[in-house]
């Protein structure tokens, strides 16, 4: 079992900068992939990013070029480094896991863990 909690959420100017944190437990951190989605009031959830266990990361169009993601192995922890917000991008962010794989997986259903979400609102 792995549990994941996100922090790092809040409201932040257009342009502005947000850093979100997800701290996972469990000794196999290193073997899961980690995600993010977003979800936005009356939309469905929105793939964001993948780190595959390997490193490999790859980014949705919309957030390509300023969002970064990055993992710590001895921490345990994903971050989400979101820079050049803009209001759009306001939305519930949820960190996601899953166990091993060779896929794709930017589909919200293709993950086996979920953290309880962050708020991120962006101004304009």
């Known amino acids: 079992q792995v549990q994941l909690v996100e922090s790092g959420g809040g409201l932040v100017q257009a342009g502005g900068s947000l850093r979100l944190s997800c701290a996972a437990s469990?000794?196999?951190?290193?073997?899961?992939?980690m995600g993010w989605f977003r979800q936005a009031p009356g939309k469905e959830r929105e793939f964001v990013v993948i780190?595959?266990?390997?490193?490999?990361?790859y980014y949705a169009d919309s957030v390509q070029g300023r969002f970064t993601i990055s993992r710590d192995y001895a921490k345990n922890t994903v971050y989400l480094q979101m820079n050049s917000l803009k209001p759009e991008d306001t939305a519930v962010y949820f960190c996601?896991?899953?166990?091993?794989?060779?896929?794709?997986?930017?589909?919200?259903?293709?993950?086996?863990?979920w953290g309880q979400g962050t708020q991120v609102t962006v101004s304009s």
């Open positions: 780190s595959w266990s390997g490193g490999t990361t």
């Open positions: 996601a896991a899953r166990r091993g794989g060779s896929g794709f997986y930017t589909s919200s259903y293709e993950y086996d863990y």
């Open positions: 469990g000794r196999t951190f290193s073997s899961f992939h």
